[in-house]
């Protein structure tokens, strides 16, 4: 198997690691975050999308 290039699975930027540090930041601090807080975020954005009807 050939990489042409590694990146960062996370945000495709490219990175030697899988995970740049960025987004292992990130992951670590959210799964660090849940575990203090057990609190649900539980985002429900008004996907209010009317579907465009034409009738010929
Ligand atoms: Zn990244």
């Not at 945000?11 to 660090?32: F, L, N, R, T, Y």
């Amino acid at each position: 198997m050939s990489e042409k290039k590694r990146v960062c699975m996370i945000c495709g930027k490219p990175s030697e690691v899988s995970i740049c540090d960025s987004c292992k930041a990130q992951i670590q601090g959210e799964a660090i975050d849940k575990k203090q807080k057990i609190e649900r975020e539980v985002r429900i954005g008004p996907e209010m999308e009317k579907e465009k009807k034409k009738k010929g």
